[in-house]
């Protein structure tokens, strides 16, 4: 099984500013000037330029250009567009600037670029190239600028593109830094991709992202503080760390999967995880319902074995004080959580006749050596008890709770940007954590992070999270099982859970593709990931210096 995946190498290492702040300093300790670094990467934007669809250099193109180095690489663009014989003008408000920025801007004047002395009219019909502030950007724009580009977006909507990062967002956590951003149809992010721009607060803003490539060498990246958390992509798909079965394993070397799932009041949830879990290829598959949909599950699931049918709480969940003696007995996984329902109704304390027995439940999945996946009103029932109880499994567990949940759980963590708060409460209770969102996170207790990259955002459905723990339950499964099952004490690898998420996502991408918006239904999601429908074409560019990753959610260019 490998090591680590994916590679820590420039497509997938995600950094704060400050890493690449640090990164370049290096570079420039070691000899390379300034000036060639940003020829090499402003040089690299005027191509992507030239290339965007529909784009014509007789269009023309405004450059916003700021007093740092982020207004140099817009000045190299204004430059060359110039000399292609485009049509070019530029803005730049203020008075000071760096003196590699001065002297661009100097030469620009020579060329005869014009340069604007009030800022631009926002209905303006160029192109408008965004070079104002990067990475070092870490207060408000202010009111001229962030007037300026909250017209622009009304008035002419995709008609704007930024260099590295988008004015008004904080390259590290993706937040607003004042009351509004720069709207881009495409940010070309210079060297490694800045972890703010993937954050859900920033997908609004960034559009399509695409990384200008500079040839980092790899020792330096090795050494980026910013490598512990690395982006997936469709690419990242077929070199997922699956262990695999044996060929001759028969079912129950295959995964033994039991889903605890539904409730009187949800109980297509409980269809739906099951769903899920077909997809994975789990080998055995056994489900604790509720007794009312008991009578018609074997129809949708004739696979699928029955316990018998639970009763309610007062709270019309799911009771687990029904489930029989030996329930844990000869699984690899335990699935707890979709459409559970609580346990009382909100604002009252468990009777004790209630709690007892609901009590024994948890202590006995306490001592469950096999894995435990705890989704939706698992996590709520947790956070009822405290969210300690996690630190006394004997076992591996995997958590998927999405932001309100997370929040129950650790109310200290939930003001942290979503990798610092999956990090932080992996560490904490030794679980492998999957902060579910539009680029949901995925984080190991021993410091390893993840990110996805790519989504559907007509994904974000009731039911869809059932899906997804289904699958990532009995692709568990089948992995333990695969390296000697629960009895042998083996991790459930955090990496699994990682790809289980990368699938579920591609998925949805694909039911997009084959049904449109309307079809991107749990059921559609969960057939996707049935037929391995989900392997994506790489985008037509990852062979090219940059790579593009598409974060809007549209499939772009994929098969």
Partial sequence: MPTAWPPADADHVLVSGAAMAAIEQELFASGLPVEALMEKAALAVSRRLAERPGQDRQDGLLVLVGPGHNGGDGLVVAREWHLA?????????????????????????WLGIPLLEAPPDPDDPALWVDALFGIGQHRPAGPLIEALLGDRQRRRPGALVSIDVPTGLDADDGALLGGVAATAATTYTIGLVKRGLVQDAALRWVGRLERIDLGLPGALLGRSRGQSLLGLGAADQRSAPWPRPDPAAGKYARGRLLVVAGSRRFRGAAHLALAGATASGCGSLRAAPPREICPHLWQIHPHVVLEPGLGATPAWGLALAGLAAGWLDRLDAVLLGPGLGGVVPAGEQPAAEIAGPERQRWQELADFVGLLVLDADGLNRVAAMGSDWLQTRRGPTWITPHAKEFRRLF????????????????????????????????????????????????????????????????????????????????PADAAWLAAAALDHALAGVQAHRRHGAGGVTPLAVAESLAWGAVELKTWKDRNRAGTATSLSGDSGDAS
């Fill in 85 to 109: 014989g485009g049509r070019v003008r530029i803005w730049c408000p203020f008075e000071r600037r760096r003196p590699l920025t001065e002297a661009h801007l100097r030469h620009a004047r």
């Fill in 411 to 490: 109310p200290d963590l939930a003001p942290l940007p979503a990798p610092e708060a999956a990090a932080a409460a992996a560490r904490r209770t030794g679980a492998s954590v999957l902060l579910k969102g539009a680029r949901s996170v995925v984080a190991a207790p021993d410091g390893r992070c993840w990110q996805l990259l790519e989504a559907c955002p007509e994904a974000a459905r009731a039911g869809l999270g059932d899906v997804l723990a289904g699958y990532a339950a009995g692709r568990g499964a089948l992995a333990l099982a695969a390296v000697g099952g629960a009895q042998s004490g083996a």
